[in-house]
């Protein structure tokens, strides 16, 4: 493949404003403008793959009605091609005019959750038309495509000036934690893509939630950033009804025999989850000893949020924080921020299943090549 001097790109999002569904951009920043110019003159007139902010994580963009550009989305990430990516849309009447239709009406049950949650970080599936535009190398030749109106002004900005719908997965190599911050990026694709924007920390911190609502009861496919609980409050009476695809709660997962999973969202290091431990001093003192592990022998680092204790024997801890909002943001981050201090070990506090949590604890029994719940009878389970 071709080789990038991968240029960083700075955005203000801040001096992005816009008007109405319909309209451009109003950007008051000079340099935000020109490098917004530059990365949609690279979308819509090479087909190479470029990094931008998203309200969630740095998505890899690449224009969604194009098969070149969405090889060179794989290529980057190295990411196997069965699995379907997400068309970004910055309105509407984009999504209506470029990708559905003229006498296509998006299904009711929609309705409700768009008015709430668009532009922001929710996902829905739509069927494809025969005569669509969309590249097959999007959905992996599925008869629906996923798609989203990411809240972030970049990502909306990028969308709407090079008026291209845009596929785009996380800017992370794949199996790595997603990215949420610019040079995140930078550090798994430097070389392998011309450009990314850096428009700074994104707010949410973990991918958006995928709903299908083309099947009765409709189902949530993948956990983030909007939760189950809010899909049920505000979608209106079919959506009470959502059932959770079975890979999308932590738990399930914790039967499971340890380096035979599919990687996702892992450091270097070895991440061990702890679940039902309270202040997790007894179970991290239990599993370093049965193990043989300390300080002698292994680099070991702590992520905790609401009760987990610092543990003595532990030299580095970050904090997650105690809200799901907060735990959400700060989650990939903090991941990539201790194994860059090469460690062996992370050890991370889980939290309950509840709102953030669920979306949380979905990524985390993922990273996780063993748990050790607390609740199970002499700790550990995988
Ligand atoms: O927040 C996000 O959604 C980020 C940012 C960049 O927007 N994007 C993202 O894309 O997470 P990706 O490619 O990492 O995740 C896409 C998810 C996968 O779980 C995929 O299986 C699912 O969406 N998906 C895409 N198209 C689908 C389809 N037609 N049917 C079922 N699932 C689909
Ligand atoms: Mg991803």
Redesign the pocket.
Known sequence: MSSFTTRILNVRPESIAFNSDNNLPIISDQETKDNLDIAANELTTTNNAIGFP?E?????AGSALSDESVRSIYRAKNRPAD????V?ISSIDQLKRKLLPSDYEIPEIYKPLIEKFWPG?L?I?LPIHPNSPISSLV??N?D???V?M?SHPV?RALIAISDTPIA????NASTRP?PTLAQHVYNDLQGRIPLILDGGACDVGV??S?V?GLVDPPML??P??VSVEEIKQFGGEKWKNIVLAKKTAGKLEAVRTPGMKYRHYSPNAKVVLFTNCKDGINEIDQYLKKNDIGPQNKKIALLKSRHFASQPQIEIERDLGSSGSDISRNLFRLLREVDELNVDLILVEGIDESDEGLAVMNRLSKAALEIVDGNVTNGVIA
């Open positions: 998203t969630t994580v740095y998505g890899l699995n379907p990516l997400i970004h970080p996902t599936l959905t992996a599925q629906t495509f996923a989203r990411p990502a785009a997965p996380s800017a997603s991918e958006s995928v299908d496919l993948r983030g950033g």
